[in-house]
């Protein structure tokens, strides 16, 4: 059975509004085509994808697993058009996703300049799926720091990013410049394992507030500094490795040749 990737995009706008309507609106197609749509796509895969209710709807546990899914197969297809489309134009680009807090900018530029022709793009990733990003082409090469699931990509280690801890500027710890994991016992750790924040900023704001402390790279506490918030180095955490990225399929001589610079430019 082949997916419909257009029903698969309608299955995603519903979950995400969890409204027929406020669905339809958005994708510009009248509410009863999209129902008929959503209707086509669970007899397709053989399973009730929604619970429907008078007001609103929700993802049943085959549709949760869908919804996870989908998004890497859209942009896996999104990006084979994209190259598709390059390609038949006669470009040669360059998508280079970064991590929050790493600066990718001395290798674009180093690379520019003995690759004038390459049109390079950026794209900032999300923490939680930087290496993802990789995998389904939405980035053609990543700057990324570890840990991530390695499967299917291609690494070459560039370096490493101390951990720090970020504390509320009046912490009883707030005064030291280094510190012990086992001087953190007994305070709140805002841990993204239990709760995915939708940006750093957001857990930057909790920290600032009171409401707990967190542990995070260097880069990522230099880069969104504020006022309300100190780091201070922990000095028996490991350094988190940075390393450059490419799926293992992807073979061309331009993405060779950017991780020769980037490596040297970065390393």
């Known amino acids: 059975m082949d997916l419909d990737l ?3 995009r309608y299955f995603r706008a519903v979950a995400e509004f969890g409204h027929f309507g406020r669905a339809a609106e958005q994708l510009f197609i009248a509410q009863p085509v999209l129902s008929r749509q959503i209707r086509a796509l669970e007899r397709e895969l053989g399973c009730e994808l929604l619970a429907r209710t008078t007001r609103s709807v929700k ?9 996870a899914d989908s998004a890497g197969v859209l942009a896996a297809a999104d990006s084979a058009t994209r190259r598709a489309h390059e390609v038949a134009r006669g ?6 996703g970064f991590a929050p807090g790493l600066r990718v900018s001395g290798a674009v530029r180093a690379f520019a300049e003995v690759a004038p022709e390459v049109e390079i793009r950026l794209l900032h990733l999300n923490w939680y799926d930087q290496a993802e990003a990789v995998r ?17 990509l291609r690494t ?3 370096g490493s990013d101390p951990t720090v801890v970020c504390l509320p500027a009046q912490h009883r710890l707030a005064g030291r ?18 709760r995915r924040f939708a940006t750093i900023e957001e857990k930057l704001e909790l920290i600032a507030a009171g ?25 028996d955490i490991d350094p988190l490795p940075t390393v450059l990225a490419i799926a293992t399929d992807r073979r061309q001589q331009h993405l060779q040749d950017f991780l020769d610079v980037a490596a040297d430019t970065l390393s």
Do not use: C, M, W
Request: hydrophobic fraction near 40%; avoid cysteine.
């Open 211 to 235: 409401e707990g402390i967190a542990i995070l790279p260097r880069s990522v506490a230099r880069y969104y500094a504020r006022p309300g918030i100190v780091h201070r180095s922990v000095v």
């Open 6 to 8: 257009r029903k698969l």
């Open 177 to 194: 410049r280094r510190l012990k994991s086992n001087e953190l016992a007994g305070e709140l750790i805002l841990d993204p394992a239990a």
């Open 59 to 67: 993802l049943t546990p085959a549709g949760e697993q869908l919804f």
């Open 91 to 96: 470009l040669t680009r360059l998508v280079v």
């Open 136 to 152: 389904d082409g939405r980035a053609d090469v990543g700057y990324l720091r570890q840990p991530f699931d390695p499967d299917g």
């Open 156 to 158: 070459v280690p560039v």
